[in-house]
């Protein structure tokens, strides 16, 4: 954690759901970026692949990275929107035309709209469990 601050970083942890590509960003666009680098590279062997696989690394550049984190965000909100589902398509924002019109933002901000709404829907999730907890301890009371 500490070498995460070092350097005027400031890099944390973040827990993500699992089996999720969509908010996995090694899954959403990382791993496939690296991996179509290295199949410009023959490789026979682990080694070859393991170098293949560094020198791509190596390569991605920072524009790519920056689009594969504004997707990331562009899933968040339409996960948001559709209330923890996974029933959306992800709209496709016009980065590259951005770039090239020199508007790329660092990142995308949600809407109130959608931060309101995923507000309230956890909030009714929160309280509907705390409702069924609440029925649950009543019964195992009356039981005794």
Known sequence: MAAGRSGGWDIRMRCQPPNLPELNVLDLGYFRSIQSLQYQTECRGV??????????????????????????????????????????????????????????????????????????????????KKAQEKKAALEARSKK
């Open 47 to 128: 080694e070859a692949l393991l170098d293949a696989v560094n020198g791509a690394f190596s390569a991605m550049k920072a524009d790519t990275l920056n689009k594969i984190f504004m997707t990331l965000q562009t899933c968040m909100e339409c996960i948001i929107r559709a209330n923890g589902g996974n029933n959306y398509k992800t709209p496709h924002r016009g980065k590259d035309a951005l770039k090239k019109a020199g508007q790329l933002p660092v990142s995308f901000a949600c809407s109130a709209e959608v931060y309101d709404q995923g507000v309230k829907f956890i909030r009714a999730a929160l309280e509907a």
